[in-house]
Nanobody, 129 residues
Framework: AQELVESGGGSVQAGGSLRLSCGVSGYSHTIYNMAWFRQVPGKQREEEREGVALIDKDGTTTYAESVEGRFTISKDVANDMLYLEMNSLKPDDTATYYC???????????????????WGQGTQVTVSS
């Protein structure tokens, strides 16, 4: 499977903004659903990851309640990129953020992908108070 590569993580103060990027070359936006998950410190298992935002192959977006109104997921089809714009960041948003693609439906409530799903390597976001 083609590797997913995230970038854009870093350290920011509460109230600040970051934009995460993920190269999704090799994964057609008309076939693959795409999403961002995160894993907070102290939670090690993959199934403990939290779904943050989803954009399905039809372009419909869904957000976790904890980020609704602050985060925006989008994709640049021409450049094979997936983005997560994060505003009004809070210390609770501190986590490793993962880009995800899957040909089967992605459910933000379940951090389990189908055999066709791919996880990125993760990028760290740290929000200080």
């Amino acid at each position: 499977a083609q590797e997913l590569v995230e970038s854009g993580g870093g350290s920011v103060q509460a109230g600040g903004s970051l934009r995460l990027s993920c190269g999704v070359s090799g994964y057609s936006h008309t076939i693959y659903n795409m999403a961002w998950f995160r894993q907070v410190p102290g939670k090690q298992r993959e199934e403990e990851r939290e779904g943050v935002a989803l954009i399905d192959k039809d372009g419909t977006t869904t957000y976790a309640e904890s980020v609704e109104g602050r985060f925006t997921i989008s994709k640049d089809v021409a450049n094979d990129m997936l983005y997560l714009e994060m505003n009004s960041l809070k210390p609770d948003d501190t986590a490793t953020y993962y880009c995800v693609v899957d040909r089967r439906p992605i459910w933000l409530e379940i951090a389990t992908l189908s055999p066709f799903g791919v996880w990125g390597q993760g990028t760290q976001v740290t929000v200080s108070s």
